[in-house]
């Protein structure tokens, strides 16, 4: 699964845990998600795309419309890795029926193949709802981001016995309701590696150690698009916010001093 070169469209049933890992990452837009598509089993349109693209400070700003227009993007571009894309805040936790409605609305408007949203054992019902519906669902355990206001908020969970029981519990009744792959986040190695072993489908981790089945990144984080401090769980493949600042101060130097457009930019010249 995910060989550069393969061309074959992943699908949920592919989605199992295996010796190799899943490699999941976030892409919001569809240039971005055309250039990651060969290279991973799953594109995540995560509601990161609310502090990410959007600049808000929490991801609760996020709207079912942002999620569709980004998630149509990504699923246009794509012709290989599994598109999943986040129910956001607001947009699922009123009732079984709401879910279904706006995961259904999701899924026609974009074209994804599968729906992901955030809640431990007190989404079981709604993740059993909408599987029995034929939507498939990704859980997202341990740091809910959705349910702090700011990123100051994020705390890793696991970390006593109460709320490790918790984290393990909330795994398990979403793994039994239905769901075909679990994100943990934010979470304590034990934990994950007590989950990961404990469950029948492939976990998906973000700060939660190398013990899960597979891994996801936010794709401007692997890519250093920004120059802020960068949390001990990302590790930066590359450092564009330096080269995107240094391309666009040599524009605005040639713009100013009218070395371009230059001849060779221009039409009806000699
Ligand atoms: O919104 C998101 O990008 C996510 C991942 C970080 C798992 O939920």
Redesign the pocket.
Known sequence: MGAQTEVKPIKIKDIVKGATPIVCL?AYTAPMAKLLDPYVDIL?V???LGMVVYGFES?RHVTLDMMIAHGAAVVRASSHALVVV?MPFGSYEVSNEQALLNAARIMKETGCAAV?FEGGSVMASTVKYLAQHQIPVMG?IGLMPQSVKTSKGYKIQGRDDLQAQQVMADAKAIAEAGAFAL?I?GTIEPVARAITSSITIPTIG?GASPACDGQ?L?IDDVLGIFTEFTPRFIKRYAELAPIIQEAVQNYAADVRARRFPGPEHCFGTK
Do not use: A, N, P, R
């Open positions: 976030t995540l995560g509601d990161s991801t986040d992901k997202h994100v986040e973000i996801v936010v």
